[in-house]
């Protein structure tokens, strides 16, 4: 079997890696966890070392990477830029805070001194989507590794150039070979690597289907887990907000990586009195994106990761459209098999529609029409999902107080929803559980063991 790294704007087969067999992944497996306790012996300075030198080299090596990004998923080479930097800031952020985010902390009992301590677990097995596949690794192995754990990485098949470039970016930055590894293997291996001891934890980005497996078979072997799943993301827009603002925002909340974000807002949930203005806006907004090559500087957006999505894509379209939605901006794919989706809005979505219930993974937005701000919030939680939110109103305070109604890991008021290290990031729902970034992140992949020291007593004087 072969794992293939194919151009999604040329269809041509750039790369073919042999898939490793049990026995290499027991090896590397087994190398990772003999070289675990080394690596958490090390200081916090001395891991803050490495993971400057990784900053510096991810941003030394933008250009490399951005076009790698490209050519295996379709990423404008504009945009791979800003990834890889956004990774190099994660890197740096938590280089610097590491040791006081897992410092020990005091507690006041009636011991003489208690407090809790955050240790590393060992191996940490990451499990990780394509779509962006700089970040999506960084934001797990960044405060994984400064927490003293190592790591393994089994990447999406379809980007193992990314894989192995950001494996050589940790070595080169002078990690212990060990310490983090890409392992490219099918699926099948993923659940034996669970079952084995020497693996602690898992994290995984992804699918709901790939995450309920996941979280079954390390439930079975009682093995740490952090779930970021799927996303429909409400954008709800008050009659009294900053339409103009509002609906350029929402097109570019649309428009991140072609629509392939679990946090790009997918559902816009507008007040009545103004959702057909709203829709006059987005459409000219979304009309003004440019499609093309992603190696081109003036690309926008590129095509979709792979055809199948896109054709996955505009079946769920058909569909909705069947059950009563209605196309305000027409666009799509030209013809099945291509990976190119132009954008598209479609209006009049109701329950029983596909576009109601499912997450769109691509630039499609879909439009509901609320009476007014209760009806939004009840809108935005009808929802299996629970990843970001936005509320636009000139009413911040009213913002504020609907944020806090919705059922998401992260509301963004009058702002673009986007992810960051100083921010916890995770949902509710069918969107996961457990948070990545900030210093809930680092705190993920540790034991928080609580000390109890007591009182020091006097020796016994011994009698002759």
């Known amino acids: 079997m072969a794992i293939e790294s194919i151009n999604p704007h040329t269809g041509r087969t750039l790369r073919r890696f042999p898939a490793f067999g049990w026995p290499k992944t027991e090896k590397i497996l087994n190398q990772a966890h003999k070289a675990a306790p080394s690596w958490a012996a090390t200081t916090f300075f001395h891991r803050a070392g490495v993971l400057r030198r990784a900053a510096a080299l991810l941003r030394e090596r933008q250009d490399e ?22 990774c190099a800031t994660c890197c ?42 700089f970040w999506q690794v960084v934001r797990f192995a960044a405060p994984a590794l400064m927490a003293g754990n190592v790591g393994l990485l089994k990447h999406a098949s379809n980007v193992p150039q990314c894989a192995l470039a950001l494996e050589k970016i940790f070595h080169d930055a ?59 993301d409400p954008f709800i827009v008050l009659a009294d907000a900053d339409l103009a603002l509002a609906a350029k925002t929402a097109a570019q909340s649309r428009m991140i990586n072609a629509g392939q974000s679990c946090i790009a807002a997918k559902r816009f949930i507008v007040e009545k009195a103004v959702v057909k203005e709203f829709i006059t806006h987005l459409k000219t907004h979304l009309l003004a994106f440019r499609p093309g090559d992603p190696l081109d500087e003036a690309t926008q957006y590129g095509p979709l990761a792979r055809p199948d999505l896109a054709d996955e894509l505009t079946e769920q379209v058909k569909d909705s459209v069947a059950e009563g939605a209605k196309v305000e901006l027409h666009g799509g794919q030209a013809k099945p098999g291509t990976a190119l989706f132009r954008p598209m809005i479609l209006s009049n979505v109701k329950p029983g529609q596909r576009a109601y219930t499912e997450e769109f993974f691509g630039p499609v937005a ?20 629970g990843l970001g939110a936005a509320v636009w109103t000139a009413d911040a ?4 107080a609907m944020a806090r109604q919705i059922e998401s890991g992260a509301v963004f008021v009058n702002g673009l929803v986007k992810s960051m290290p100083e921010l916890p990031f995770g949902g509710v729902k069918k969107s996961g559980y457990g948070r990545e970034l900030s210093y809930l992140g680092i705190r993920e992949f540790v ?18």
Not at 65 to 82: F, N, Q, T
Not at 397 to 400: A, D, I, L, P, Q
Not at 447 to 464: D, F, R, Y
């Open 397 to 400: 305070k009213k913002g504020e």
């Open 174 to 232: 002078g990690l212990p070979p060990a310490c983090f590894r890409t392992l490219l293997i099918e699926t099948d291996l993923v659940e034996k690597l669970i079952a084995d001891d020497r693996l602690a934890a898992i994290t995984l980005t992804g699918s709901e289907g790939a995450g309920a497996a996941v979280a079954a078979a390390a439930g079975h072997h009682i093995k740490k887990t952090v779930l970021e799943l799927g996303g429909s």
């Open 65 to 86: 990477l951005a076009r790698l990004m490209a050519l295996e998923m379709g990423k404008p080479v504009a945009d791979g830029r800003a990834e890889a930097l956004k």
């Open 92 to 133: 740096d952020f938590y280089a610097e805070r590491a040791e006081s985010f897992l410092a020990d902390e005091l507690i006041e009992t009636d011991a003489a001194r208690s407090f809790i301590s955050y240790q590393p677990l060992g191996v940490v097995l990451a499990v990780m989507p394509w779509n962006f596949p």
């Open 447 to 464: 034991n928080q063991k609580s000390i109890w020291v007591g009182k020091e007593v006097a020796p016994v004087a011994k009698t002759e």
């Open 366 to 385: 879909l439009v509901l029409e609320a009476k007014n701000a209760d009806d939004a919030v009840r809108l935005a939680n009808d929802s299996r999902f």
